[in-house]
């Protein structure tokens, strides 16, 4: 809830923290008399921005590093392309699909070898999708009450147009374009 606060964007995409947000104006530390918020160093916005995007993709600092220098070498815009390569990880994947509610609980569930890529195990929340990759509940976890719960609602929500669900599989039909990817931070400054 303090991230949520401080960043008063609610980057885990969870209705608990939409509520937070609309109760909470003010970021924690910062006593509510203070006249207007100073004006931060581009440095000091970069950070923050960098920070709603590793809290929100859950990656370490030296992960973000990694796609951002990744990033750098293919064509486009940087910032655009290190969200391309944020939002293929597994995790985000297994969140995206609707297996999960949330990022961290998908982190949990794919450390804890519920899901399979390919028919294979695959318990790397960092691991990158292809196109073409299908992403399945594992059979022996088809019985997992939160898996189930979260399967249902995924089948009445729309998924991202990159990714099809077919109830305890999902396929990654195509990479993601930028504009398919909910804005979480302004990437471009980072």
Partial sequence: GKMVRRFGIN???????????????TPPGSASKSKRPSKMSIYGQQLIEKQKIRYAYGVSEKQLRAA????KKLPGVTG???????????DNVVYRLGFC????????????????????KMDIPSAVMAPGDVIAVAEKSKD??????????????????????DGMS???DRLPERDEIPTIAD???V
């Fill in 11 to 25: 980057i885990f995409g969870n209705a608990k923290y939409d509520r937070l947000l609309s109760k909470k104006s």
């Fill in 68 to 71: 951002y220098a990744s990033a």
């Fill in 80 to 90: 655009s392309n290190m969200l391309i390569l944020l939002e293929k990880r597994f």
């Fill in 101 to 120: 509610s949330s990022r961290p609980q998908a982190r949990q569930l794919v450390r804890h070898g519920h899901f399979t890529v390919n028919g294979k």
């Fill in 144 to 165: 997992v009450k939160v898996l189930k719960e979260n399967v249902d609602i995924a089948t009445a929500v729309s998924q991202p147009g990159w990714l099809t669900l």
């Fill in 170 to 172: 999902g396929k990654v």
């Fill in 187 to 189: 990437e471009q400054i």
